[in-house]
């Protein structure tokens, strides 16, 4: 990547339709350059820093310093390699920049904020553009950037300057990264604990105490074996050896949340399902507010697996409408009901629908069981090579399943005691309604939102784990804090493994990254970033 501070100009928000855009410009002359665009130079000349103004970008160039650099009002040489941008026209009629602005064409009215370094994102000199969203107009006002000596930014080349400006940290451009390209609250939530620095705090105890089991092994190599303090040596090998246990233990734990949270990247998985023609797509229309699934009287109306996106109270949740479990000779519903067991194994969460005017057989008994226990498989499936921390729950009496809410649909028709006590007895919630009739809707909506809410504030965060860059670090530093303790009695080389566990650390907060890791790193920003 080119690492000058030659000026760079990009679309800062989504490409597309949108009342407003911005657009930023950074590098030494980017604000010559952008008053070599617009109309009202002399009042960006003199416009104070940070302060915002109207101003109008026009179609042509207006003037060049090519023949007359004297007349660069900043004072400084504006020349990239041996070309020279434009700088700022005298305001002057009869100066030899001056032209009749008049006939050119107004490509947009804009505000416009200039920055003067160092107090600015990148630390460099930069103005932010304001324009009218549109593919059109930004993309003629980066035209006119562009052929006014400014080039297109590469790929998180704003957080990049920024960055080696001193501006921001490593992992503070990594978590802005993380901020924009959040789709559900989990994901937000983690970008948002390293944002706000806690991922750094907890990246610096880890160092430390890494640091102090090292100055005790390297204390020990300075002054070699003695009797005297044979005994106090064992303990101190053991207390390390504790210690380092722990620090291992700790980060395998952010390894199996990693995992955990990974499983919640389309947001919480919530699956319809339960009998046929209990009223399933009912209740998914309801929920999206349209009527995507069809609805109606025959059983085995739906067959393949419906599913939408939505966000349910503030939470983000992928929905899944099935078709009903029963027995059936037909062979494309048979398919059907496949696929509703397959999405259920994959859900999060099941809302069971079954009707109050239907028996409960034993289909629909052996299909509750199924869910409760597929769910919590697939979940423990999820914590990788778990410890004693996974359980694969029975349904406990007095211990209410989580997993799933049954809804015993259709109360208007009929009461339905046989599957209240079915619940009751098997510690399952469960909310009677009418969807056709409205009857505790409000209720079964409030009842859904507490239960995803619920689930969303069981996950645990990782604190230091918030990419894969970041996975892939951890597992290195486990590895080396293993290879440390298995070489407890030969001091130098367990020291050595401390030592890179540290140089891994030391690159995870980006103190020690190349142009090659970085090139990597914001790579997979994007531009405009
Ligand atoms: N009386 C009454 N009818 C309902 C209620 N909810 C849904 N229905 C009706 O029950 C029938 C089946 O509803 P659906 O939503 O298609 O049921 P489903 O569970 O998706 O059915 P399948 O896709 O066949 O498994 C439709 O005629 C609905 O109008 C209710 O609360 N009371
Ligand atoms: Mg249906």
Redesign the pocket.
């Known amino acids: 990547m080119d690492t000058s501070t030659r000026t760079i100009a990009a679309l800062s928000t989504p490409s597309g339709r949108g009342a407003l855009a911005v657009i930023r410009l950074t590098g030494d002359g980017s604000q010559s350059i952008f008053a070599s665009v617009i109309r009202e130079v002399g009042r960006f000349k003199k416009e104070i820093a940070r302060k915002i103004g109207v101003y109008t970008v026009l179609s042509d160039c207006h003037y060049s310093n090519y023949d007359h650099p004297e007349n660069d009002v900043f004072g400084v040489d504006n020349t990239y390699n041996g070309q020279n941008p434009a700088v700022f026209p005298s305001d002057d009629p009869s100066s030899p920049n001056s032209v009749d602005i008049g006939k050119l064409k107004i490509i947009d009215e804009v505000t416009a904020i200039k920055y003067d370094a160092p107090r600015s994102f990148t630390g460099e000199e930069m103005v932010e553009i304001f324009c009218h969203g549109g593919i059109a107009v930004t993309g003629k006002i980066l035209d006119r950037l562009f052929r006014q000596g400014a080039r297109p930014a590469g790929r998180g080349e704003f957080s990049r300057r920024a960055l080696i400006n001193g501006k921001i940290g490593l992992l503070k451009a990594e978590s802005i990264a993380g901020l924009i390209e959040s789709q559900t609250e989990i994901q937000l939530q983690s970008a948002q604990l390293a944002y706000q620095g806690k991922q750094l705090e907890s990246l610096e105890r880890l160092k430390r105490r890494i640091i102090n089991i090292l100055s005790d092994i390297e204390s020990r190599i300075e002054f070699g074996e003695v009797d005297a303090v044979a005994e106090s040596k064992n303990e101190l090998i053991s207390t390390n050896r504790i210690n380092l246990g722990k620090i291992t233990a700790e980060l395998e734990e952010e390894l199996r949340r990693n995992d955990r949270i990974k499983a919640f990247d389309d947001g919480i998985l919530v699956a319809l399902a ?1 009998p ?7 209740l998914f229309n309801e929920i999206l507010g349209y009527d995507r ?1 069809i ?8 067959r393949d697996i419906v599913s939408e996106r939505i966000t349910f109270e503030g939470v983000s949740v992928k929905l899944f409408d099935s ?2 479990i029963r027995d059936t000779a037909d062979a494309v519903e048979r398919q059907g009901i496949e696929r509703t067991m397959f999405a259920v194994r994959s859900a999060h969460f099941i809302l069971w ?1 079954t009707a109050a005017d239907e028996r409960l057989d034993d289909v629909e008994r052996q299909g509750i069981f199924n869910v409760i226990n597929n769910v919590d498989s697939y979940t423990a499936s999820k914590v990788a090579s778990t410890s004693s921390v996974t359980r694969l729950p029975e349904p406990v009496e007095g211990n209410i399943v989580d997993n799933i809410l049954v809804i015993i ?2 109360v ?2 009929s009461p339905s005691p046989e599957k209240k006590q079915f619940c009751e007895d098997h510690s399952l919630k469960y909310i009677e ?5 409205k009857i505790n809707t409000e209720k079964l909506f409030d009842t859904i939102g507490t239960a995803l809410h619920a689930i969303t504030e069981d996950i645990h965060i990782p604190e230091i784990i918030v990419n894969e860059r970041h996975r892939d670090i951890v597992e290195w530093v486990i590895k080396d804090l293993r290879d440390s303790v298995d070489n407890f009695d030969r001091e130098e080389v367990s020291a050595h493994y401390l030592k890179s566990a540290l140089g891994r650390l030391e690159e995870f907060c980006g103190r020690v990254a190349g142009d090659e890791i970085l090139d990597e790193i914001f790579g997979k920003f994007c531009i405009g970033k």
């Open positions: 339960g046929a023609n209990a009223g399933k797509s009912s699934s609805v109606h009287d025959h059983p085995g109306t739906t078709a009903g629908v649909n259709k208007d028709v309604t009418s969807l056709t009739e």
